[in-house]
């Protein structure tokens, strides 16, 4: 499950989205007609191409997201992966059949479910606060994939012989250093290049969508909490200008969620409030929020909920681009249309997940 192609099929929707970007509103007949991508080869015979040119050799010497260089001495044939981002990462480079531990939790991971469900059942190796260090090295992988948090406890790692790469895709440009780490490392370089490419397409047809429309400001709101916001070093402050918006809490200089007051919020009113995938509250609730009865978007009724039907598109993950798409066509519906979101969703989990999403939202 190495190589499949997907740029092709991926060129007709943003095609499609080009056409919807003109400055009359797209009927949802028109738009489904015109965002279909067609697939022009299938998965079998894409992988049949020959990518001599893209082999990778061993023993390799990489340089990690903490900036370590590591020498891969084989082609790694088992792996493990301490961090959802990772997996999911392995999963679109088709090396998912070479996992041998996962992180905490991936029982609970509905794209696991849905494209490899095999991976829910295999050891947990714990998570970035309580990694598994010894119960990982009983697996003896040949490679571990670990976040940067874990960066302390690398040595240790080392120490019981386990060769170990640490991510951390905490922007878009360092999303595509992970995605050509690991596809260096798992000697899928093609694959990883056409997914890179499949990302930065559907993007740069986002944004020659929504042209010069006006950006209105958006208040990105926590998992836990309305008065939790994500400041500019966040992941999600690229979703938002990607998808053609101003985030309202620029000017935060926390590195994670900020904490914020009601006041603060209308103070900023946002023309949108967004919250995040995963957020434990709803929409309903913010509507509903007395304290923010004043606020434009609570007015206009414009806050909504990022998709989470299949994972958390805020988190950097290679599907991630769908969150810029999906916010796009919420705050510029004459540009990009609902439909296109969903063909993006259809083409890219089909390509690389092996399903066809039964919800997008």
Known sequence: MKMTKM???LLAAAMALTACGSTAAVSSE????AAAPEVTASPEEAAAEPAAETAVTYPLTVTDQLGREVTIETEPKTLASGYYISTSLLIALGVQDELVGVEAKADKRTIYSLSA???????????????????CAALTPDLVIVPAKLKDSIPQMEE??????????EDQDKLYGAIDLLAQ???????????????????????EAIGDAEAPTVYMAGNSSVLQTAGPAMYQNYMIENAGGLNAAAGVEDTYWAEVSYEQVLDWDPDYIILA???????????????LADCTAVKEGHVYQLPHAIEAVDSPVPGSFLGSVYLGSVLHPEQVSEQFYHDCADAFYTTYYGFTPASYE
């Open 160 to 169: 019981l012989g386990l060769t170990v790469l640490a991510v951390k895709p």
């Open 117 to 135: 469900p095999e991976l829910q059942s295999l050891p947990s190796i714990g998570t970035a606060k309580e990694f598994d260090l010894e119960g």
């Open 185 to 207: 490392a798992t000697n899928t370089v093609a694959r990883g290049e056409e997914l890179k490419s499949a990302i930065e397409d559907n993007l740069l047809s986002l944004r």
């Open 277 to 291: 995938s995963d957020a434990d509250y709803d929409v309903d609730s913010v509507l509903n929020d007395a304290a």
């Open 30 to 33: 028109a738009a489904a007609s």
């Open 7 to 9: 740029t092709a099929l």
